[in-house]
């Protein structure tokens, strides 16, 4: 399917691997010019040089922490006008409710708030203002369907939700669509983050946590960061303009909601 958005401009953020690349290198497929946004210099540089080699397209490198005001900033003055903006960031710590000070929860609502937020407010003005536009919030599957471990992200991934409702049927009218994907468990980084300390706990290998929680999961498989992509693009095509507001799932059926 031609997505029609060749030529459009995309900055996407936290870029350099896992669920963000793979929304990157599905944009690249489908001819946008990108500006990555990564802290890691070395990989989000070894990122955009495959991606220029693999599809031809202009990649533009800012290695900053997309969660504070210097590293925004940095990824604004190389965004120029962008078409599309995906949000993403590293999420939270796991831990237990009764360890978490008010500290921590300023920190993930800083990275998984407020910065896209930030984001939001910064480019979706100009996107109104040329007549079109589409931004895409890297959220999680907890905000359907809370999970214990996660407390830190269930509240402060809600958060950016509920904003999301009110705002993208407010902007909707200009040609602008905001919407959420949100992940379930991924062959990422992440995972591996997740999966250790759960080994670690039970006695067990990675590989046996991996295979217990990939059990659990409907699909009976994690997801991997291509097909991620791919419903990012999607999201972020010219099809996908009645999509408003909404909070899409890519879990495998791990969530367990008629709704």
């Known amino acids: 399917m031609d997505l029609g958005i060749k030529g459009k401009r995309a ?12 929304c990157a290198e599905a944009l690249a497929a489908a001819g946008c010019d990108l500006v990555l946004n990564a802290r890691g210099t070395e990989a989000l540089d070894t990122t955009a040089e495959m991606i220029r080699a693999a599809h031809g397209v202009s990649v533009e490198v800012v290695p900053a922490d997309i969660t504070t005001d210097d590293g925004r900033e940095a990824v604004l003055a190389a965004a120029g006008a962008p078409d599309i903006l995906v949000n993403n960031a590293g999420g939270p710590p796991p831990g237990m409710w009764h360890d978490w000070d008010r500290e921590d929860f300023i920190a993930a609502l800083d990275a998984n708030m407020l910065s896209p ?9 100009g996107m109104m203002e040329r007549g079109w536009g ?36 407010q902007v909707a009218g200009s040609g602008v669509t905001i919407n959420n994907l949100l992940p379930g468990i991924h062959a ?3 995972a591996q983050a997740l999966d250790g300390p759960v080994a670690e706990r039970e006695g067990i290998t990675l590989e046996e946590a991996r295979a217990r ?12 960061a291509e097909e991620f992509g791919a419903a990012c693009a999607f999201l972020c095509s010219q099809h996908a303009g009645f999509i408003v507001g909404q909070n899409i799932l890519c879990d495998g059926g791990a969530t367990n909601a008629t709704i």
Do not use: E, F, H
């Open 213 to 224: 929680r990939s059990a659990t999961i409907p699909a009976g498989r994690y997801g991997t």
């Open 188 to 190: 990422t980084d992440r």
């Open 11 to 22: 900055v996407v953020c936290a870029a350099s691997k896992g669920l963000g690349r793979g």
């Open 134 to 169: 589409r931004v895409v919030n890297i959220t999680s599957q907890s905000v359907k369907a809370p999970i214990p471990q996660l407390g830190l992200s269930n509240a402060a991934r809600t958060g950016l939700t509920g904003y999301v409702a009110g705002t993208s049927r």
């Open 117 to 125: 937020i930030a984001m939001i407010k910064a480019l979706v003005p």
